[in-house]
C-alpha cells in the first residue's frame, strides 16, 4: 500500500509545486505516518536537485554587471535615513511656522515611470480601442473608395444609354 502510494506520482506533483491541497495535506499525514514516505521524497528531492545542478546553465560573464546595473537604477546608491519625527505640542510654534512656501525636492535615479495598476489597464484598452478604430477606418475608406468608382461606372454606362 505504501508503496503504490509512492509510486502514484503524488511526491513528484508536491515536488513541483503542483500539488492541491488534499494532496499537500495528505502527503503530509502520510510522511508523519509513514518513514517510508518521508525517505522517498528526501530522496525525490535529491534527485531533482541533481538533475537541476546538471542541467543548469552558466549565464553569461556580462550579465551579472547588468544585474548589477538593474538594481542600482531601482535602489538609490546614497541611501540616507530620515530624520526622527518630532511631535509639536506648542500650537503658537505650529502657527507662526510659515508653511505657505514649504516644497519637498524630489530626487530620482531611476528613468523609469511607475503607472498605478489600474491605468495600465486603462492605457491598454485605450490602445486597443484605437487599433480598432483605426482598422474600421481603414475598412470604410476602402468601401467608400470602391463606391465611387461603382458610381463612376455607372454614370459612364448612363452615359452611353443616353447616346
Known amino acids: 500500500m505504501i508503496r503504490d502510494y509512492i509510486d502514484s ?6 515536488v513541483m509545486g503542483s500539488a492541491s491541497e488534499d494532496e499537500v495535506k495528505e502527503l503530509l499525514h502520510m510522511k508523519a505516518k509513514y518513514p517510508e514516505v518521508n ?4 530522496q525525490l528531492e535529491l534527485d531533482m536537485e541533481k538533475i537541476a545542478m546538471h542541467m543548469a546553465i552558466t549565464p553569461p560573464p ?3 554587471d547588468k544585474i548589477e546595473q538593474e538594481i542600482g537604477d531601482i535602489i538609490p546608491h546614497n541611501f540616507q535615513s ?3 519625527y518630532k511631535e509639536r505640542n506648542n500650537y503658537k510654534e505650529n502657527r507662526n511656522h510659515d508653511s505657505g512656501n514649504q516644497f519637498i525636492e524630489v530626487e ?3 528613468s523609469h515611470m511607475r503607472i498605478h495598476k489600474t491605468w495600465k489597464w486603462v492605457f491598454a484598452a485605450v ?3 484605437g487599433k480598432i478604430f483605426l482598422g474600421c477606418a481603414i475598412y470604410f475608406y476602402l468601401e467608400n473608395r470602391q ?12 452615359k452611353q444609354l443616353k447616346k
Open 108 to 110: 530620482s535615479e531611476s
Open 127 to 129: 490602445f486597443v480601442l
Open 147 to 158: 463606391a465611387q468608382q461603382q458610381l463612376q461606372e455607372l454614370k459612364i454606362e448612363l
Open 62 to 64: 556580462a550579465i551579472w
Open 82 to 84: 530620515p530624520e526622527p
Open 9 to 14: 506520482g503524488i511526491l513528484e506533483t508536491y
Open 39 to 42: 525517505e522517498a521524497l528526501q
